[in-house]
């Protein structure tokens, strides 16, 4: 029997089950999708239903020796109580599933009291309610020190270190009964093996974490969190093995292996594994890393720095807005843009042939219009936003997209900057918009990537991983950007890649972490195109003297 492994990813909109192979390939797949919860800062998740999308995952691929998901919908966490939850077998007689591995959002916080139960629903990344107390460490004096001990930039209000203070000032009956603040990695495996464990990347982005000793940070708890040690799970690597989940919840036991931050395992699902060579990932958010063999800090703190292993550690920066900005564009104008697409492709189709970035040819276009039907179908939203933006030339004829949703991480760490569209005309469509849109993500990528070249000029090769790499026309614009070749690994399951992958390595299946899979390898690659290029050189520019004048506004209007 050939053995599988299976990649639990924990993502901010989903979470996300996969099977894989000894080689890295998906043999099946299966993801749950949730929203963010609160406005005006606000920024959260119901913990319960990320754990019941996670079993509906988990049941969906592996609950059935047939591979079917069973007959039972998952219909919460309450429903399982008492009962076998997750029936766990491999999709086939020939297959045994040998070991899984979990790859987990980071930088989340909620309380829980002495017996495991939320006091809070999950606090994300992109909650910004923590930017008073984000300002006051600032005013501390104190964030060179807490750069260098943390590896973070603990005076914005993504890091929970801020999020604790909060926490501590505004809701202190709920501080004070907390017996645990922890991540929703936590929660869930306190769920299923009664212990609270954490991973040494989700502790190290909390932001009281000594990346240096690989340790939580007493200096850090007790001169700013308020909190003690004992508050906090025991932080092992990311290869710790759990065992004997709690028979309310499974049938089975496989090892199951820690993992690391949703980042970091994308950085190593796509074949990052040292300082060679870069991951640009867009999913949720963006982000761009590197792994190194000790501590890689900036001296002016666009970068971040999280310990992976006891001798390995993850260096990049972080935007808050990537395929969320597209996600955004369809949640508001989706039944418009599969419209617009159907009918433009629909009279192109008329004149023989159809441009839509390679995803359909003039006689399905045609065979489309004297049906009456449209290429785009609800749910081939992303699809409709390829095609209308591929009908624009590189730049939008002016049109600048800032996609400040909920502020901004790296470089510029600004949480109070906001978005904007500037240069609109009466010219501009909708396909004026999602390319902005588009185009305003990788600019803000490639600021991300000058702050890293800074610091590291040994990366040679630049890997693309997330949902990016499902859109070629976007991948085209990635490279165009950046002036650089953009290598794609076969596989599209980056951040669950990852986690397979660290379960293998926990197992000793692989010899190591540089014993890449084939499906890690990169299978095409993504050439610049020269004149596209200086286009976007100058269109980056213009976008980065927008953003400095929004800046400006922006604190006026706090001011004032």
């Known amino acids: 029997m050939k053995p599988l492994y299976m990649g639990i990813d924990i993502g901010t909109s989903s979470v996300r089950a996969v099977l894989f192979d000894e080689q890295g390939h998906t043999q099946k797949a299966s993801s749950v999708e949730y929203s963010l919860l609160g406005a005006n800062g606000v920024a959260e998740l119901r913990p319960d239903e990320i754990l019941d999308g996670l079993i509906k995952c988990v049941e969906d691929i592996a609950g059935a020796s047939d591979g079917t998901a069973p007959a039972e919908a998952a219909s919460g966490l309450s429903a399982r109580v008492g009962e076998s ?18 790859s987990c959002q980071m930088h989340s916080l909620m309380c829980v009291d002495a017996d495991g139960a939320p006091l809070t629903n999950l606090i994300t990344w992109a909650d910004t309610r923590a930017t008073k107390q984000a ?20 005076q914005h209000p993504m890091y929970p270190l801020a999020k604790l203070i909060w926490l501590r000032e505004n809701e202190p009956a709920i501080f004070s009964k907390a017996a645990k603040f922890i991540t929703i990695k936590e929660y869930i495996l306190h769920k299923f093996f009664g212990e609270y464990v954490v991973d040494y990347t989700l502790a190290a982005s909390q932001g009281y974490f000594d990346i240096n000793k690989n340790e939580w940070s007493e200096v850090v708890l007790r001169d700013f969190a308020g909190i003690g040690v004992e508050k906090l799970s025991r932080a092992v690597e990311c290869t710790h093995v759990l065992k004997s989940m709690k028979p309310e919840f499974a049938d089975f036991d496989i090892p199951f292996v820690i993992g690391s931050g949703d980042g970091i395992m994308a950085n190593l699902g796509c074949g990052v594994a040292d300082d ?42 972080a935007t808050n807005s990537g395929g969320i900005a597209l996600k955004y564009l369809r949640d508001r104008l989706g039944a418009q843009l599969l419209e617009d697409a159907g009918r433009m492709c629909a009279d192109e189709a ?30 081939q939203e992303y699809e409709a936003m390829d095609y209308l933006a591929s009908q624009v030339p590189a730049g939008c004829d002016g049109l600048v997209f800032l996609p400040y949703l909920m502020g901004e991480r790296s470089p510029d760490w600004n949480p109070k900057v906001r978005g904007m569209m500037a240069g609109l005309e009466l010219s501009h469509g909708n396909g004026h918009i999602c390319r902005a849109a588009m185009e305003g993500v990788i600019f803000r990528l490639y600021s991300v990537y ?9 990366a040679t090769q630049i ?7 499902k859109s070629e026309f976007w991948m085209q614009i990635l490279a165009d950007v950046f002036g650089k070749e953009i290598l794609v690994a076969k596989t599209q399951e980056g951040a669950a890649l990852g986690a397979a992958f660290t379960a293998m390595v926990a197992v000793k299946a692989v010899a190591g972490f540089s014993d890449l899979l084939e499906a890690m390898h990169p299978v095409k690659s993504i050439t610049p195109r020269a004149e596209a290029h200086f286009v976007y050189a100058q269109a980056y520019e213009r976008a980065m003297e927008l953003y400095e004048s929004n800046n400006k506004w922006m604190k006026t209007q706090e001011e004032s």
């Open 85 to 102: 939850a997750i029936g766990l077998s491999a999709p086939n007689d020939s297959t045994f599933i040998a070991a899984a591995g979990i």
């Open 135 to 154: 300002d006051e460490i600032l005013a501390s004096g104190r964030v060179d020190e807490l750069y260098k001990i943390t590896g973070c930039r603990v």
């Open 276 to 317: 060679t060579a870069l991951s640009v990932t867009v999913g949720t958010s963006g982000a761009v890393r590197t792994s190194v063999k000790a501590p890689l800090l900036d001296k002016e703190q666009r970068t971040w720095c999280y310990s992976f292993t006891n001798d390995t550690w993850v260096a990049g920066g």
């Open 350 to 379: 008329e004149s023989a042939h159809c441009l839509d970035a390679g995803r359909m040819c003039a006689d399905e276009a045609e065979s489309a219009h004297r049906s009456g039907i449209t290429r785009f179908a609800p749910g």
């Open 450 to 458: 000058k702050s890293m070249a800074a610091i590291n000029s040994n």
């Open 463 to 469: 890997r693309a991983t997330g949902g990016i790499v």
